[in-house]
């Protein structure tokens, strides 16, 4: 069973400065792997996604990289700013038999502070 | 493109009443759409997954009989929280897809369900 797991829980960082968000992923093989951000209840919104046989996206200050063999995913923010703070969450794809299955990781909660 | 809404955004119900969620694809087909439930300080779960026309698939240790998921149009689903009680209180979000079993997803706003 495919487990997903995002390091730190929680982040606090001041206006400006560079962060990294880790992702793990158990099972390595995967379609792809995606991030998103979630304000406060809210849905989700797609940040980056990125195909099993790539090994970086990039939109904007936002990079998001994968190293699927070792089952690992990093998404860099570079310049934060306060209207980062949300959680990221990264999701890996698979196929199940039936389709194909999201499985979310447990979210880090990013606060840019001013 | 590809906007999924849902409705209601916030529903209040007392323990024992049903409520139905509406997940509708704006502007595009969608072909399979996906229910999650998300519980405070956690991650999605997937529920299920529902094909258009089709039954639908659970996740194990979803129940069928209590969360009834109808998937009649390539724009409509709808999932059912049957007798609920204070342990359904959750944020439900669905998601849809348009194309083959690759396809990305695309999420709505979620319903915010709080049972009395």
């Known amino acids: 069973k495919q487990e997903v797991t995002q390091i730190p829980a929680a982040l606090s960082v001041p206006e400006g400065e560079n962060l990294v968000l880790n992702c793990s992923f158990t099972?390595?093989?995967?379609?792809?792997l995606q991030w998103f951000r979630q304000d406060p209840g809210k849905g989700l919104t797609s940040l980056l996604l990125?195909?099993?046989?790539?090994r970086e996206q990039t939109s904007g200050r936002l990079n998001a990289s994968l190293d699927k063999s070792s089952g690992r995913s990093t998404l860099y923010i570079a310049a934060s700013q306060p209207g980062d703070s949300a959680t990221y969450l990264c999701?890996?794809?698979?196929?199940?038999?039936?389709?194909?299955?999201?499985?979310f990781g447990t979210g880090t909660q990013l606060k840019v502070e001013l | 493109g590809a906007v999924v809404s849902q409705h209601p955004s916030r529903v209040i119900c007392k323990s024992g009443t049903s409520v139905k969620i509406e997940c509708r694809s704006l502007?595009?087909?969608?072909?399979?759409m996906f229910w999650y439930r998300q519980f405070p300080k956690q991650s999605l779960m997937l529920m299920a997954t529902?094909?258009?026309?089709?039954?639908?698939?659970?996740e194990q240790g979803v129940e069928k009989d209590k969360f009834l998921i109808n998937h009649a149009s390539l724009t409509l689903s709808t999932l059912t929280v049957t007798s609920a009680h204070p342990e359904d209180s959750s944020f439900y979000i669905c998601?849809?897809?348009?194309?083959?079993?690759?396809?990305?997803?695309?999420f709505g706003p979620g319903t915010r369900l709080t049972v009395t």
């Open positions: 502007d595009f087909q969608a072909t399979t």
């Open positions: 998601s849809a897809t348009s194309g083959g079993t690759l396809s990305e997803q695309y």
């Open positions: 990125i195909q099993s046989s790539q």
């Open positions: 529902s094909n258009e026309g089709s039954k639908a698939t659970y």
């Open positions: 099972d390595s093989a995967i379609y792809n």
């Open positions: 999701a890996v794809r698979e196929y199940t038999g039936g389709g194909n299955k999201l499985t």
